[in-house]
């Protein structure tokens, strides 16, 4: 029985997230989490949490199952356990509904950073995108989320025990912050820019080691030319222009400088550059109205596993020929933000969106705008594309700016400073529906589907001044979290001392 409430309690959360996203279920989730633990041994606290941490991250990771199998396998073990070690670490008796919120976040400090950079996928903070929390994120960002989440659970432990006061509390916790962040600095308009978003279609769970570059690119050319000028800002997705040498050294170079010049609009055009055998450059490059190629930005997050191989001569003995990337990612070292004609534009590339800290230094560095061009192409079903959406509008939301996320394949989305998907013009083209047994995210109004060619156009605004959360970071949440668990455990060794005399 204990084993079906852990187990049921992971799938409440896995349900939270995209692309569910029925997010009351984290609070569900939760809640079935703190009774599990509640007045248990630290191993049987481990061991349910471990098996409740599976059973949220094996069907929301189901993604990784098309790239390596044993690294989904591995993955999700692993991580699994790290959320074990979250639960052990909670005192068995009612101060564990002040660490349990604690030791939760410092688990997700822990994923999102490590091994490899970390995996910031299928988070309690998605869950929450789309619902009213996620206004906290410009105060207390991703991880405040996830922070609060915990507390609504614990809230609904401590009255289904009647401890009211403790219900008193945590909500008075969470009325406090979801107030001030509606009153928060968030930044403030500084002209408007007429913007495309472009979406070149084509089959999902294709990879570029088996498509066709030169199609692809086609693709993206074809999609452009459905574009309503006069426009200001466009925008092309991570990686569908693939070289070899630089990209000015290309035929590709002049037609997109023609593309500029026939368009009168800035180009942000997402590029692989192969500079040897064994390396290759990701980048965002500026296309000038004139045709003049301008500033460029490397990718500095980039994907162990996908865009670069940890351990190669290890991995390679052992994965043989089954798949791995041939060369590695270069990755860069330069700020999140590229110069343009039309005003610094932020850039988190593909991967990059996951990680607050890369947006936080787009803005840091005087970007207006923010864009995240991905490619979603060579991912199984829609999780991780639903979960970039997410991610987007998280992002949106801590820093106070517009996001213009952009794929290949879907999804492509504007997203507006309140981290909703706004209003806009679409022009669709050749749509070619990919079936897929998830759930869709309720808000498509401008967002495209898989396989479709699309251009998104509307009217953003440039942004200039910071949230509370581009300010301080993630570093006042994690002291308190560090507070929370270390203050609950001298709580209770006080207390028991206290019975024992």
Avoid at 95 to 114: F, I, K, Q, S, Y
Avoid at 293 to 315: N, Q, S, T
Avoid at 331 to 336: M, S, T, V
């Amino acid at each position: 029985m204990v084993s079906v409430a852990a187990v049921g309690s992971g799938l409440s959360l896995a349900a939270s997230v995209p692309p569910w996203g029925w997010w009351p279920l984290a609070f569900v989730g939760v809640f079935g989490w703190d009774r599990l633990i509640a007045e248990q041994p630290w191993a049987r606290r481990f061991r349910r949490s471990w098996l409740l941490a599976m059973a949220w991250l094996f069907p929301s990771m189901l993604w990784m199952l098309d790239l390596t199998p044993p690294g989904y396998v591995i993955a999700c073990v692993v991580f699994g356990a790290f959320f074990g070690v979250a639960g052990a670490a909670c005192p068995p008796g009612r101060a564990r509904w002040v660490a349990l919120p604690g030791t939760v976040v410092a688990v997700e400090v822990v994923r999102w950073n490590w091994p490899f950079g970390g995996v910031p996928l299928s988070t309690l903070a998605m869950s929450q995108a789309s619902a009213p929390l996620a206004v906290t994120a410009r105060t207390v960002g991703a991880l405040g989320i996830v922070g609060l989440v915990c507390i609504v659970g614990v809230g609904l432990s401590a009255a289904w025990e009647r401890r009211w006061r403790a219900v008193g509390i945590a909500a008075a916790v969470v009325v406090v912050v979801g107030g001030v962040s509606l009153v928060a600095p968030r930044g403030e308009d500084a002209g408007a820019l007429r913007v495309a978003v472009v979406q070149g279609g084509g089959p999902q769970r294709t990879r570029a080691a088996t498509s066709d570059a030169k199609a692809v690119f086609q693709r993206h050319l074809d999609a452009s030319r459905q574009i309503r000028t006069p426009v200001d800002l466009v925008v092309w997705p991570e990686n569908v222009i693939s070289v070899e040498g630089r990209l000015q050294d290309n035929p590709e170079h002049a037609q997109l400088q023609q593309l500029a010049r026939d368009l009168d609009a800035t180009l942000l055009v997402g590029a692989t550059e192969g500079i040897s055998r064994t390396e290759f450059l990701n980048a965002e490059i500026v296309y000038g109205p004139d045709g003049t190629m301008g500033a460029r930005y490397d990718k500095v997050r980039i994907v162990p596993f996908g865009e670069y191989v940890p351990f190669r001569p290890l991995i390679e003995r052992l994965a043989g020929d089954s798949g791995i990337p041939s060369r590695d990612a270069v990755p860069g070292e330069g700020p999140a933000v590229v110069p343009t004609p039309v005003g610094p534009v932020g850039v988190v590339i593909s991967w990059e969106v996951f990680f607050s800290s890369r947006a936080r230094d787009a803005i840091g560095n005087g970007g207006e705008v923010l864009t995240n061009p991905t490619n979603g192409s060579s991912y199984w079903l829609t999780q991780v594309q639903s979960q970039q959406v997410a991610s987007s509008k998280l992002r949106a939301l801590e820093t106070g700016r517009w996001m213009l996320q952009a794929a290949p394949t879907g999804f492509s989305t504007i997203v507006d400073p309140e981290g909703h998907v706004v209003d806009c013009s679409i022009t669709r083209r050749d749509v070619v529906p990919t079936p897929t047994p998830w759930t869709e995210p309720t808000d498509q109004t401008c967002r495209t589907t898989v396989s479709e060619a699309a251009v998104l156009e509307t009217t953003i605004t440039r942004r200039v001044g910071q949230t509370w959360q581009t300010i301080v970071g993630p570093w006042p949440i994690m002291l308190a979290a560090l507070l929370a668990a270390v203050g609950a455990w001298v709580w209770t060794l006080r207390r028991d001392r206290q019975r024992a005399a």
